[in-house]
């Protein structure tokens, strides 16, 4: 048998939200199951990119156009950059390892925080390179203390904003000040997958770092608030040395034709994204309430999920809810072994949520 690397050996593969279907036939639950694991947008998918697909479908024969160029050419209008700033993938966690092949190696260093997405050190681990995990500060990123953690091998920052799992951000001013002490070597990646949720004036407008030409990467995604998921699109924005490096590594084909037109008619659904920001205020007002009124700490979020800290071992409390056919997350590998990452549902998931969580506490 042909031995792999030894550096996989350190990898531990990415453990996704459990789907429906699984749930269902290992526990033998009959009914409605509610998944509330994988913050993906309850409302489903955006309508005008459901019927884009279906005229596509017929032209599945062909091969997409790999340059995506209408998916470039529009979002490059609505982001107010050039085409050339923009890299499509087949979800944004695809272009993670991207970035580190291109950027890392045995020698080099990344800088994340310690609870941040998890994507960030297997995407670091895929190039042999190594991630310096910063402690967070009151569930955030201690942008400071970041800064302090970079040396002369440091090649990339990851900061996700909102912060998956937490739910928190990092403000305005405290980007400002790390942009202007961050080396101008290091590439500094900003993950926005929840971007479209956030409505706070004090949120960074990171788009603006990259029309300076600063060292920046952004990624944003259509899995969330766009409801488009299971179709996987997501996408980068950065300076055109970047998106060259970025492209001398993908995989050819890899944004297929159905994913291409269902992101473009997406762009174009404003009734759906504002009905699913609507639904998630909603829900995230009624979940405060009810975690209180249940003596729960949770976070407030920025994003369409919540941090909730239940005391105690979380995985009591996930296999219970799983057993009354509710699909949370857990998030030991987080560094929070008595805490879920739970979805914001529709009104009716949420009120079954609590009903579900009154019951077992």
């Known amino acids: 048998m042909t031995e792999p690397r030894d550096f996989l050996k350190k990898i531990s593969p990415y453990k996704p939200g459990r789907p429906i279907e699984e749930v269902a036939r290992v526990l033998g639950l009959k009914g409605e199951i509610i998944k509330l694991a994988s913050n993906e947008n309850p409302m489903g998918p955006s309508p005008l990119a459901v019927q884009a697909l279906k005229n596509a479908l017929v032209e599945s024969n062909l091969y997409p156009d790999d340059s995506c160029f209408h998916l470039k050419k529009k979002l490059a209008e609505r982001m107010g950059v050039e085409p050339g700033n923009i890299f499509v993938g087949n979800g944004s966690v695809e272009i993670l390892p991207l970035i580190t092949l291109a950027y890392l190696g045995p020698e080099h260093s990344a800088v994340a925080s310690q609870s941040a997405f998890i994507w960030f050190k297997i995407a670091a681990q895929i190039a042999a390179g190594e991630l310096v995990e910063v402690p967070m500060k009151d569930y955030r990123h201690d942008l400071k203390a970041m800064l302090k953690a970079i040396t002369n091998n440091t090649r990339l920052v990851f900061i996700a904003n909102p912060n998956n799992p937490t739910g928190t951000i990092v403000t305005r001013a405290e980007v400002e000040d790390f942009f202007k002490n961050v080396p101008e070597d290091v590439l500094v990646v900003m993950d926005e997958a929840y971007f479209e949720y956030i409505d706070d004036p004090d949120y960074p407008e990171s788009l603006r770092y990259l029309r300076e030409g600063r060292n ?27 998106i060259a490096s970025l492209s001398k590594l993908r995989i050819s084909f890899s944004v297929n034709l159905l994913s291409q037109v269902a992101g473009m008619a997406a762009l174009d659904d404003h009734t759906h994204v504002e009905k699913s920001r609507a639904t998630n205020a909603a829900g995230k ?7 209180r009124k249940l003596g729960l700490f949770y976070l407030p979020t920025y994003a369409n ?14 296999e219970s809810l799983q057993k009354k056919g509710i699909i949370t997350r857990t998030i030991k590998e987080y560094g929070f072994p008595h805490a879920l990452r739970i979805t914001i549902g529709t009104e009716d998931q949420n009120r079954k949520l609590i009903k579900a969580l009154g019951e077992m506490l």
Not at 285 to 291: D, F, P, S
Not at 305 to 318: A, P, T
Request: aromatic share 20%; hydrophobic share 50%; net charge positive.
């Open 305 to 318: 999920f919540l941090f909730v800290d239940f005391g105690k071992d979380s995985q009591v409390v996930f």
């Open 285 to 291: 007002k009624y979940l405060y309430e009810a975690y």
């Open 216 to 242: 920046i990467l952004i990624l944003r995604t259509f899995s969330k608030v766009y409801g488009l998921a299971g179709v996987r699109l997501g996408y980068g924005m950065a300076p055109p040395e970047v």
